[in-house]
């Protein structure tokens, strides 16, 4: 009888953790504080279409936001009305070109950041010319294709489909 108590009294200590720590289901919107309402705005029309785990990454990031600095706020803010712009369909896609740039060496990532940092630097004309070019057909020689292509961006995203082709200087050049 003992021995059957002490192994009941060890179940709850070593169960009732692991019970109270299971992850809360995260709120419907209408649950979310007027604070969490304000800041996540942009998703409110999905809110409750969203999978658990993307709702409780953004309730993280509507308690980090407070704290963030305020040209961190107007980018969060921005990303995420572009994000709540896209489809289903646009926004898996994303997910995927995000998985492949993060298996690139780090040479490879490194590139394409200044080819993304150029173009940003170009006139918002230039632009949108270059967004709206259509893609060009992939070389007919014997080279493979990027292990990364980027896929074109929906059309309501002011960034192009493609990153523009960096000018030829010295080092870029000679690795050609």
Known sequence: MAKGLLALALWLCISLPAVAAAPK??????????EQQQILAPLAPDWDKLEPARKTK???????????KPDEQVRVQRRMQAWAKLTPAERQAARERYK?????PQAKKQDLKQKWEE???LPEQ???K?????RKPPAASGAPKSPVEPAPLP???????????T????????SQ
């Open 58 to 68: 953004w309730i993280g990031i509507a308690k980090r936001y407070p704290k963030m």
């Open 100 to 104: 492949k740039m993060e298996k690139l």
């Open 167 to 174: 000018p030829a200087t010295p080092a870029s050049a000679a």
């Open 126 to 128: 230039e632009r949108r």
């Open 25 to 34: 289901k995260p709120p419907p919107w209408a649950e979310l504080t007027p």
């Open 119 to 121: 173009y940003n630097r």
């Open 155 to 165: 059309a309501a995203s002011p960034a192009p489909p493609e990153i523009p082709p």
């Open 130 to 134: 270059l967004g709206s070019a259509p």
